[in-house]
């Protein structure tokens, strides 16, 4: 059933698109910090029909050269809000980390933002381990171990927080001078090692209840944890066989938890450059890798074992070169590099192909973008995709025009949304506090 | 030139109004989590040109008796964006504490609403002495002395990360690859005894630069932060001598701190109850008391001396009575209520006055209520008012359309924004980052 057929999601992060966006001349760089901007990509995305809107959270500077335009500048509960006024089925799932936020902080805004999108909110909970966001807290990162124990009572007590106002508290009966019934909004008092709260927290339940729960990550901490709590899961993998085995991992985590591992929507990142031919669509994603091509053709070089330079950048590889290639096993982009090197393009052409970046790049006609998500998801490789367009400012129209129709078309996507709330589109079980404890299945 | 015309505020609490307000036949009780109500009274109160919506937080249940609604349920960041997003001139000034939250998401949060709003936020900093906030957070409350301590450094790091991202760092030249001046955007890397960080903040300035600053409290130590800081102060005073009192007090906070004592607004509580005719206005608000009445006339007993009782309740107080009362010196409600009581009232009539609330409550015709206000600005009580509607759902509109348009007539409020910022239309300098230090004058 959830596999019939896929699910969707995009990220909005500063409105501009890959570090390079901001250069082409139909960006507006002053898109950095306008929200209409951020709130514009959510309405195109909810006319695709896609199921969540994703924003991301660094606690910490996130521009690192001045020829980059920072990841993001609005903080994320301004940024959920505005698109949930804007938009009427697109979810909407929020990062906030575990690490550096406290559990009824975190309760008490995701909770609103549920209420106020009418049960369209998510939680990606995450652990920060950048020293830099601790810095900003006045404190040091905690090591692995730590920071997912304290993950774990975080998302315990958030739960428990949202549960604290019983779904019937609320009364309303003027007559009998009762607005709700007190002995259903009842103190959790949960003390942990890391955090602890008292509550309850006073707001009453969504539509659909309260938020689902999201995790990003890859570790078998981050697996462990997602296996307990996760509705969704975002991974970053590189090729089938990589996304398959992390998609078992997970499912395997869920189980050892006690649940059915398709309760867990596994997602794996795209991040496509489209356009009406394939030519078109490398110079567009081309020029997006240009102004780093000395550094990639290098670490091109240390991922396929040869010693690439700047003098190579304009020839294909020669047949000797290509069988001493390797791919380096410790980086899975390697395979997809030599992939593309042996069909005989030029080395710049290889980088073009954006061989080196966070997600699969599938570059081309729309098609080629829909036939990379259908062979995924007919392989198991994921339950669903994370779309980051490449240039938000025609980018995400030419997701949402072009490839949509076409997965529509071929039966792989929803031609409108099942329901109202997050849950319905994703096809979630309805929790409200604290999940009751399953019976190992 | 600020004492030529007065300032307005209002609060939006839970949009219900008074502790009974939900029981009258008008108000709909569902708007205690209904987002627009809250826009809805915002744009009425934009409509009065009023120069900013207050938001007050309280980080524990607010809820104490069945028959009362909580005193607020969305949380204030999101009710702050959306109506950022559906008004044009009214500022918006949130309460977020300087105890529970770290200056890193203080600072984040609201200078991304300062920017989204085009530059009309304000934060109202506040200490938090409640045990119950303080238990969902795991901790207890500290003395008044740590806690100002405590604020005093927030403050100063949450500024400080505010100038983090200097005025003209963001350049925007896609010619030379330069999105920002990186130079211009430094940590900060302030380290307190109670709060620290390292900074830079990633967000550029509003188009006021940085939010407003407002406090609301009365003790010396309240005023002593306030005068360091504020250009805004939200009291509690009952008569025009204890607000000229309280003004003056924090007046000379301002010029010890090296300021110039105009340029803190002091705002002085009303909330008012508008009808057609006075017996109209005070039925409607005799409705608001009368479910405590009980209680009620006990209190109004202490305050003035005198041991009253439920059967005191439908008669005046006799002549012996009345030369017996004293005002309690120390509630200064207790000097409005023997006022009141002397004008021939039964006591629960005097009651219906709302003599024990927690502003002056003006009832009667818009006059009654214009007259008030007029009357304390004249007198050098308040540079301002912080008006609470008694019941929203019509309540907000007879004050901005009745009171508003007299105020206007007689001269001593604005028939047209200043400008387009909060500091225009507040008549406050420009800020960015921690003040300058003045000279003393
Ligand atoms: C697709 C994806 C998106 C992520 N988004 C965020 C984010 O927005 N903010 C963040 O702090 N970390 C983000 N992360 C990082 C992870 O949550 C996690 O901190 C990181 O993978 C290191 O975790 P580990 O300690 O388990 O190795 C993301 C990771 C992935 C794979
Ligand atoms: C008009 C007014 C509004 C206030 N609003 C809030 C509020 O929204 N949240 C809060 O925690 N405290 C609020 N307070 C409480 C004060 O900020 C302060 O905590 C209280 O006066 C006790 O402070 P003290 O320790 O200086 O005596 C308000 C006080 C006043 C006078």
Redesign the interface.
């Known amino acids: 059933m959830s596999r019939k057929q896929m699910h969707l999601a995009t990220i909005l992060s500063n409105g501009l698109g890959l570090p390079y966006a901001?250069?082409e001349p139909q960006v507006d760089?002053?898109d950095?910090?306008n929200?209409h901007a951020l709130v514009r990509y959510a309405k195109a995305a909810e006319r695709g029909k896609l199921d969540f809107i994703f924003l991301g959270d660094f606690?910490a500077?996130?521009?690192r050269?001045?020829?980059?335009?920072?990841g993001?500048?609005?903080?994320p509960?301004?940024v959920a809000?505005?698109i949930a006024?804007a938009t009427d089925r697109i979810g909407i799932v929020n990062t906030v980390s575990t690490t550096?936020?406290?559990p009824?902080?975190i309760a008490?805004?995701l909770k609103?933002?549920d209420?106020?999108s009418g049960g369209r909110m998510g939680w990606n909970a995450i652990t920060t381990s950048a020293p830099?966001a601790a810095?900003?807290?006045?404190r040091a990162i905690d090591d692995r171990e730590t920071r997912y124990a304290q993950a774990d009572e975080v998302i315990q007590i958030v739960q428990a927080l949202w549960g604290s106002w019983q779904e019937d508290a609320w009364i309303?009966d003027?007559n009998a001078?009762?607005?709700?019934?007190?002995s259903k909004?009842a103190p959790v008092n949960l003390?942990g090692t890391y955090?602890?709260?008292?509550?309850?927290l006073?707001?009453?339940p969504s539509k659909q209840g309260q938020p689902v729960m999201a995790h990003a990550g890859a570790s078998p901490h981050s697996h462990a944890l997602a296996g307990r709590y996760a509705d969704i899961l975002i991974s970053e993998v590189f090729t089938i066989d990589e996304a398959r085995h992390q998609r078992e991992s997970l499912r395997r985590a869920a189980t050892a938890a006690g649940r059915n591992p398709d309760d867990i929507k596994f997602f794996a990142g795209v991040i496509p450059t489209i356009a009406a031919t394939p030519a078109e669509a490398l110079a567009r994603r081309g020029r997006l890798v240009e102004?780093d091509i000395i550094q990639q053709v290098h670490y091109l070089g240390r991922l396929i074992g040869l010693p690439l330079g700047p003098d190579d950048l304009d020839t294909p590889l020669s047949a000797a070169q290509l069988s001493a290639a390797r791919a380096n096993p410790g980086d899975p982009r390697s395979f997809r590099a030599l992939e593309v090197a042996r069909e005989g393009w030029t080395v710049r052409e290889v980088l073009h192909h954006a061989v080196i970046d966070f997600h699969p790049a599938p570059i081309g006609p729309p098609e080629v973008v829909a036939d990379h998500m259908q062979e995924w998801f007919e392989a198991g490789a994921a339950d669903g995709f994370w779309v980051t367009p490449d240039i938000y400012a025609d980018g995400m129209d030419a997701f949402v025009d072009g490839v949509v129709p076409l997965l529509q078309q071929r039966g792989q996507f929803r031609t409108e949304y099942e329901g109202e709330t997050l849950r319905d589109n994703l096809g979630i079980d309805h929790q409200y506090g604290l999940r009751q404890p399953h019976s190992k299945p």
């Open positions: 901001w250069l760089p002053a950095y910090a929200i606690l500077q996130s521009q050269s001045e020829a980059h335009a920072p993001q500048t609005l903080e509960t301004v809000t505005a006024l550096f936020e406290k009824y902080n008490r805004v609103t933002l209420v106020v830099h810095a900003n807290f006045g309303a003027k001078r009762r607005f709700t019934d007190l909004i003390r955090a602890s709260s008292r509550g309850p006073e707001i009453p102004p």
